[in-house]
């Protein structure tokens, strides 16, 4: 079945087509859900890691486990900024997602992810390197730091790797 194809059910009772959501909607939806778990002051992020219509992994920004989360400790501006103008203490969502199912020794070759913001570079190295064939993104992350490109996206499309905006089924 194609993931992005839309299932139609017949309601018996009511002789009326009812639309379910696709795989493409409950996943972006769960990472748009996870995303309000961050403890990020400036920008919250969710992904979802799938295999073969299965979710994997799970993840949002924030601070590694155990260290401090920001908007407890810093609630007003957030943590301190690198020289970059990154946090100095955040992994990103896909990261934390792909942490993890290493950490559980979970194959991600040939998997999909969906994230709230379009990968930045770094992340898309990591996401190139475990063998992520899809990534489905909602927001670009080049437009929410103000520059040119995203540089994320253009390095996984470069290297093979299938990556589409999400756009939301209305209908649904």
């Not at 992810?113 to 930045?120: K, N």
Request: hydrophobic share 35%.
């Amino acid at each position: 079945m194609n993931l992005t194809s839309e299932m139609l059910k017949t309601d018996t009772k009511n002789s009326k087509k009812v639309k379910t959501p696709s795989f493409d909607d409950i996943y972006m939806n769960l990472a748009e859900s996870l995303a309000q778990k961050s403890h990020c002051v400036k920008q919250k992020v969710g992904a979802v890691l799938t295999k073969e219509t299965r979710i994997v992994s799970l993840g949002y920004n924030g601070p590694p486990a155990g260290t401090h989360n920001c908007d407890e400790e810093w609630p007003e501006n957030g943590c301190a900024r690198d020289r970059k103008g990154s946090c100095s203490l955040a992994l990103h969502a896909e990261a934390n997602a792909i942490l993890y199912a290493a950490k559980n020794k979970v194959d991600m070759d040939g998997s999909t992810l969906y994230v709230t913001l379009s990968p930045c570079l770094p992340c898309a190295r990591i996401i190139f390197s475990v063998g992520i064939k899809k990534v489905f993104y909602l927001k670009s992350y080049a437009h929410y730091k103000g520059i040119e490109s995203d540089e994320g996206v253009e390095f996984l499309t470069k290297f093979g790797i299938q990556v589409s905006q999400y756009i939301p089924d209305s209908n649904v």
